[in-house]
């Protein structure tokens, strides 16, 4: 198969939706061809969302006359789309056996329209070989002799809108011949936007541990203690992980697990160090909700993108699915932080800074409250060494080089609206020098990643189906998924039932 340029490569488009619409398989050129009476729906890159009731294609370009979404409000539009800047397509399709329009999405890229024709049965499900539900570019680091997966970052940025940083530590990383290599793969049905990457060194004494807070600070650890008091899964660090009881024998969608910590020395904070994995209970709220919304999904993608209020929504699911932190200060529990959900296929660890209270004496209550099932907790750990956060030495980079042979470097050295994007299969390899320490020390490496990403939806999801009172309350589906995210509690039994 010839290579294509990664310019061609940009034209992502989500994959079959299911629930009460009807969809229509379109896996070669000639299936996208045959579609060509039908009505186009297509989002681009800055997240425009176009409705083409007459459109034509070349390999390099979608043109027509329809509508377009434009701050809320459908415009006339007449013109081109370079595939380079369309991210979904969607092909409104009419179903012979039920009578119903529907629609059908169509999983192609502008690459995969140029071979179809010396290709006729070439598929376009799954063109890679990728990994299960959730979301999140995978790290690898070169350990001297193969790539070694180190974790995952912004997995919860699920478009523009929810654009975030996060970073996790490279244990793995090795440099024999004097070069740190570090990957990021994207290995699931997603597309990754990539805008800044930074490789960076902290300098600890001997082998003291470190790790990152929730705002990627690297602490050093050198006085870890276990609990005095906790379940068994998380007195040690054994894969044997603390779960939530099935949400139908507690009765309810939250759960509350309380610990006690020794507290020693004088410092008024200490390092709270959560060792977990997130589960894929969130995979199963983005297929239900969006399942639902059917041919309304890229309008609500929109809005997902350009709403404030639905951008704050997000925002608070995902506080809600994160693991917070109460410490009792001998007259009630205090809030001292949470930790977002991160990964659901690497364990990864994170620090929340606690405090000492004062009635505390030699032992400290804290308090850990989850979303049932959302998160798989292996061990808790607090050390109250006196600590600052370690200094950041940020490494030059020396190359990044896209899977296709393509350089990276000016799109990944700075924070800006210059994108890496990664198609599922496709991966970048960085180089950067490493740093000598000082004698009697060592050092640590870190990969800090800022982008968003756009999942797929899975080839046959099951029908999403939402609760009958909304059968007949007049609401539109996206004000259905507005009132469902704005109202937690009236969510929850529809993402439990699953």
């Known amino acids: 198969m010839k290579t294509v340029p990664f310019g061609a490569r940009a034209a992502v488009v989500l994959i079959l939706f299911s629930g009460c619409y ?31 009731r007459i ?3 070349t390999d390099s370009l979608v043109e027509g006359e329809g509508e377009q979404l434009v701050a809320g409000r459908w415009l006339p539009f007449s013109g081109r789309l370079p595939m380079s800047r369309i991210v979904y397509i969607q092909s409104r399709s009419f179903n012979t056996l039920t009578t119903l329009v529907g629609a059908g999405l169509v999983g192609l890229t502008a690459a995969w329209f140029s071979q179809a024709r010396a290709e006729e049965g070439l598929s376009i499900w799954r063109p890679y070989p990728v990994g299960g539900g959730g979301s999140c570019p995978y790290v690898y680091a070169w350990d ?18 929810l654009e975030t940083s996060t970073g996790c530590i490279l244990p793995d990383a090795s440099a024999p011949d004097g070069i740190l290599r570090v990957r990021i793969a994207d290995e ?55 779960k939530s009881e099935p949400v139908r024998l507690t009765g309810g969608y939250r ?52 709403d404030p209020g639905t951008i704050a929504l997000l925002k608070d699911w995902i506080e809600e699915c ?20 991160e990964a659901n296929e690497v364990p990864f660890t994170r620090i929340v800074r606690i405090p000492g209270p004062e009635a505390a ?27 600052l956060p370690l200094e950041e030495k940020v490494l030059p980079l020396l190359s990044a080089v896209h899977s296709n042979g393509a350089s990276m470097e000016r799109s990944l050295r700075s924070a800006d609206s210059d994108y890496a994007m ?23 490496y870190a990969c800090h990643a800022s982008g968003y990403l756009y999942e797929w939806l899975p080839e046959r999801p099951v029908a999403a189906e939402l609760p009958e009172l909304f059968a007949s309350s007049g609401l539109d589906r996206m004000d259905v998924v507005e009132y469902l995210l704005r109202n937690h509690d009236a969510f929850l039994p529809v993402l439990f039932a699953r």
């Not at 697990?257 to 959560?274: C, F």
Request: aromatic share 8%; hydrophobic share 35%; with cysteine.
């Open 22 to 52: 009807s969809t229509s398989d379109i896996r070669t050129y000639r299936d996208l061809t045959e579609a060509l009476p039908r009505t186009l729906r297509i989002m681009s890159v800055d997240t425009t969302v176009y409705d083409l």
């Open 55 to 57: 459109w034509s294609f």
């Open 144 to 161: 001297g002799s193969c790539y070694v997966c180190q974790g995952e970052v912004f997995g919860t940025a699920l478009g523009k809108g």
């Open 188 to 242: 699931r049905p997603e597309t990754h936007y990539i805008n800044s990457v930074r490789v960076c060194a902290y300098e600890t004494p001997g082998e003291t541990p470190v790790h990152l807070d929730t705002r990627d600070r690297a602490w050093p650890l050198p006085s870890l203690l276990a609990p005095l008091r906790a379940p068994d899964a998380i007195m040690r660090s054994d894969n044997l992980r603390w």
């Open 255 to 306: 759960d509350t697990l309380e610990i006690i910590l020794p507290r020693t020395g004088t410092a008024n904070e200490g390092s709270l160090v959560v060792h977990a994995i997130n589960t894929h209970l969130p995979d199963g709220a983005f297929e239900r909700l969006f399942g639902y919304l059917g041919d309304e999904s890229l309008p609500y993608l929109y809005r997902m993108e350009h």
């Open 322 to 341: 994160a693991l917070h932190v109460d410490v009792w200060d001998g007259m009630s529990w205090k809030s001292s932080g949470l930790i977002p959900p």
């Open 361 to 387: 004496g030699d032992s400290l209550r804290v308090r850990l409250r989850v979303l049932a099932d959302a998160w798989e907790i292996d061990d808790v750990e607090v050390d109250w060494s006196p600590a």
């Open 422 to 444: 990664l198609l599922p299969g496709e991966s970048v390899d960085m180089t950067v020098r490493p740093l000598a320490p000082h004698e009697g020390y060592r050092m640590t």
